[in-house]
């Protein structure tokens, strides 16, 4: 069995899967069910000074990732201060307090909510997309406690390498990357309305379809600063956290899945890693982590070369998805298996990824040296 501890910040979390701020953190008795569930560690619900009135309906399902209109907790400060945190506390992993948004409401909340908290989580969600604001906030946040600060960040800052620099230059302990993506529409067709309920009908997206965005940012980061980065967004399987940590993450985070498949994902997706590194040999999950940013100080340009796809006859079940989909019409089936005419055959790799029996592999040397 792999080794899942990490340590961020001299905070030590069993494993590297947190509960993020959001629903499944949104009260002690969820955050107990997500550590009971497998959590590693607990993020709560982002709190501002009062509590938010939440636009419904305001979550919804959509293809592969999922909308949301929730702004911060529902619950109030009081609330938080006399309840849910000293319960969030008795649960066994370590508390991350999230917190939001301006600089007055956050130096209003910290001193109150200090002493729960193993580190905070700043969300810099509302406060825009213009550097200066944000760091304006985080340094004034820096002043105010001596815990480890996480600066949560929004996709689409336009300069979030230079962000994430000057973020480590002040001070701040960890960068987290990334929160949900847009605004969205989604529209129910039957009543012609968008499905969420805000005002504009605009919602937030999460889940699987912003992995590869998440991963960008994590990536960005990664290769500048040398504070931890906690990734989220999309993670849904222990192979998804592989890639983070590839990417540069420290730990991750889940939100999404652990709202659609409930709390015990984070036993699931612990279990899927550890076999992953247990399969590829490695002791630790450390072991893992930047490989792809070393990768690809070795790889100097693109690949040009055409890589014909290899066939593993026995794994293939016959079912033409890479027949379907070769726009290249380089796939046919023979005697019900797929093979592939090398002289038609473009390299795209699309059939390699839509195969559900990994029986299509990149197999020449370009591919050799940049897989793991
Ligand atoms: C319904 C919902 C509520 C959320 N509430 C918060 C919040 O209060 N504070 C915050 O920083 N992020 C919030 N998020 C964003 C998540 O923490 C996370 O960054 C994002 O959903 C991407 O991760 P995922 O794909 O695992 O969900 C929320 C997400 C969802 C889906």
Redesign the pocket.
């Known amino acids: 069995m792999a080794d899942l501890k990490i340590e961020l910040t001299n905070i030590e979390f069993k494993n590297p899967v947190m509960v ?4 499944p953190s949104r009260n002690a008795s969820m955050i107990k069910k997500c550590v009971e569930g497998g959590a590693g560690g607990a ?1 709560s ?2 709190i501002s000074t009062v509590a938010a009135e939440i636009p419904k309906p ?2 919804a399902e959509y293809k592969h ?9 529902e619950l109030s400060p009081k609330h938080w201060i006399e309840k849910e945190y000293k319960e969030a506390k008795k649960c066994g992993a370590p508390l991350i307090i ?1 917190l ?1 948004y301006t600089t007055k409401e956050l130096t209003e909340l910290i001193p109150k909510v200090e002493k729960f908290a193993d580190a905070f ?1 700043i ?1 810099t ?1 509302y406060i825009g997309r213009d550097l200066t604001p944000v760091i304006n906030t985080l340094k004034a946040v820096r002043v105010c406690t001596n815990k480890p600060i996480f600066a ?1 960040l929004s996709p689409g800052i336009p300069d979030i390498e230079e962000l994430g620099k000057t973020l480590e230059e002040i001070g701040i302990d960890g960068l ?1 990357a ?4 847009g605004p969205c529409l989604k529209i129910d067709i039957e009543s012609g309305l968008p499905a969420m309920g805000s005002k504009e009908g605009y919602g ?1 997206m ?3 379809a ?2 590869p965005i ?1 991963l960008r940012h994590i990536y960005e980061l990664a290769k500048v600063v040398n504070i931890p980065i906690i990734g ?5 399987s222990g192979k998804d956290v592989v890639e983070m940590f590839m990417a540069g993450a420290s730990a991750v ?7 659609v498949e409930g709390p015990q994902a984070f036993n699931r997706i612990n279990k899927e890693l550890n076999n992953w590194l247990d399969e590829h040999g490695y002791d630790s999950i450390d072991e893992i982590k930047g490989i792809t940013i070393e990768k690809m100080k070795k790889r100097e340009s693109a690949n040009y070369i055409t890589n014909v796809p290899k066939i593993e006859k026995n794994k293939c079940v016959g079912c033409k998805r890479c027949v379907k989909s070769c726009v290249y019409q380089a796939i046919s089936m023979v005697d019900d298996k797929a093979v592939i005419d090398e002289t038609k055959c473009f390299g795209c790799g699309l059939c390699v990824t839509r195969c559900n029996t990994n029986a299509i592999m990149l197999t020449n040397q370009a591919s050799q040296e940049y897989s793991y």
């Not at 990334?178 to 993506?181: C, T």
């Open positions: 993020a701020a959001g629903p993020v619900k982002t305001c979550m990732s999922f909308l949301n209109t929730e702004l911060w907790s999230g939001g989580e969300s969600h949560k987290v990334i929160n949900s993506v937030w999460s889940g699987a912003i992995r998440a989220v967004g999309g993670v849904t985070q889940v939100c999404t899945q652990a709202i």
